[in-house]
């Protein structure tokens, strides 16, 4: 199968080029024509990585050998055995725990096969990978790609953008192969870095003199997608058992609820996507109004900083699929130049055929996280305002609680964190929750001085690095 250009179905390129170079000529992303169809039930009984193969072999990619290899990296899980956990909250509710890998977030779901993907369609060339994360992407592509001898990794991260502790873990690895830069602004500014880092011509350029090519970890790159799918498909499969269920997933960047949505097109047995936002709930007016707006709107700060965007790259895909490659390049084009656009009627009706929407703020976040019976991060408590008690759903929670406890600590105690580590233990101790060592020795390096840089710096430092 090839993969093509959102905004222009003519550009068409093999899966391994999309993996490489995911920058698409006209500035699209590149995805399926088409998604293949895939019988999860027939499946239902092989263990998460061989449910994952055959998915994987149904888009006829090739490579099965280099797949198979790439999903024994779900061996460094909790469970090496299988690297989600389903757990039942009643009858009727269910959450998908996504975040049992080595940076306890979702990202690591994708990251961690996506890394032996890129590193072996490298062997014979070197890469320069940039990222820009809201908070987990950061961690899992740094720790993917640890020590890795053809590939540079270089993450940016909004500085106060993240969680201390998603902060605390890329600068953990900020050494050899990987560079961490904290910028003065948002996710938004991060992103928009990256994506004209990826097209500028003369930059590749340069990159091309100091022996590089240039590739993307984030969700821009197909690579991601695929794995996201797998997740979504087999919960389904074991939770719905060939009934359908509703999918419950907090969103920012929209690439864990597309996965969801080609799970869905593929055959899964999901009947309702369901995206909860935070008090930036851009998605939520997409979906219920039909309209993505950016002017005189500014990005909030919340408790859930993952979700903390405004202009979610995947929402590409959906129109490509919805809409085809012409009026996605005419509504991404009006976004980026316009700050606006307002869909027909008949296209909000489409997107409405598989999507609900809404908002949870920060006040609703912690009553969710304190009412419920086991400790749930704030982006998964951006979900319960879902819960439809007639309903089976299956709520995607993306990151340990672990990585948030000054909100945890707000929520559940209505105080300030004074001492996050105290505070960590403390409540880890009321739950009989074990925390990872390798989190807890991260606090060692809280008095380090870590330097903000200005975007426009960006590129000058990256150079500035590779040539060391």
């Given amino acids: 199968m090839l993969l093509v250009e959102s905004r222009n179905a003519n550009n068409q390129v093999d899966f391994k080029e999309a993996i490489l170079h995911p920058n698409a000529k006209e500035g699209g992303l590149y995805t399926p024509l ?101 908070g987990d992407t950061g961690p899992a592509t740094l720790k993917s790609f640890e020590n890795s001898k053809n590939i540079k990794v270089v993450c940016m991260y909004p500085q106060g953008g993240t969680s201390a502790i998603q902060a605390l873990q890329m600068r953990a690895l900020d050494r050899g192969n990987l560079k961490v830069f904290a910028i003065k602004g948002n996710f938004d500014d991060a992103q928009n870095t990256l994506k004209n880092l990826l097209i500028k011509a003369e930059f590749k350029e340069k990159l091309n003199q100091l022996g590089y090519e240039l590739s993307a970890a984030n969700s821009v790159n197909f690579g991601r997608i695929l794995f996201q799918i797998i997740y979504h498909y087999y919960a389904a499969v074991k939770i719905g058992k060939g009934e359908e269920i509703d999918i419950i997933i907090p969103s920012g960047n929209f690439g864990n609820a597309l996965g969801a949505y080609y799970a869905k097109k593929m055959g899964a047995n999901i009947a309702r996507i369901k995206i909860a936002s935070n008090a930036n709930n851009i998605l939520t007016e997409l979906f219920t109004k039909g309209e993505y707006d950016l002017r005189n709107k500014s990005l ?81 408590a951006t979900c319960f305002k879902f819960q439809d008690k007639n309903r089976t ?76």
Wanted: one cysteine or more.
């Fill in 34 to 134: 088409e998604l293949p169809q895939f019988d999860g039930l027939k499946y239902a009984d092989l263990n998460y990585k061989d449910f994952a193969l055959e998915l994987i072999k149904s888009f006829d990619f090739g490579s099965e050998e280099l797949f198979e290899k790439a999903l024994q990296s779900y061996e460094n899980f909790d469970d090496k055995f299988c690297p989600i956990f389903l757990r039942k909250i009643d009858d009727k509710l269910f959450i998908n725990e996504l975040y049992h890998g080595p940076t306890r977030a979702f990202k690591d779901m994708a990251l961690q096969p996506f890394g032996v993907l890129l590193r072996e369609f490298s062997k014979d060339k070197k890469i320069l990978i940039i990222c820009a994360t809201s």
């Fill in 300 to 380: 909030k700060k919340t408790i859930s900083p993952a979700m903390d965007i405004l202009v979610s790259s995947n929402i590409e895909r959906l129109f490509f699929d919805k809409f085809g490659d012409k009026r996605t390049k005419e509504l991404m084009l009006l976004l980026k130049n316009e700050k606006y656009f307002s869909l027909q009627k008949c296209e909000l009706k489409a997107l409405k055929e598989d999507f609900d929407a809404d908002f949870c703020d920060d006040d609703l976040c912690m009553s969710f996280i304190k009412q419920n019976k086991i400790l749930i991060d704030p982006h998964t």
């Fill in 393 to 468: 759903s299956i709520i995607a929670s993306t990151a340990e609680w672990t990585k948030f406890t000054p909100s945890m600590v707000k929520a559940l105690y209505d105080r300030e964190c004074k001492d996050e580590k105290e505070d960590l233990l403390k409540i880890s101790k009321q739950y009989n929750f074990e925390v990872k060592k390798e989190l807890l020795a991260l606090f060692d390096l809280e008095n380090q001085v870590s330097r903000t840089y200005e975007m426009s710096e960006i590129e000058n430092k990256i150079l500035e690095w590779i040539k060391q």
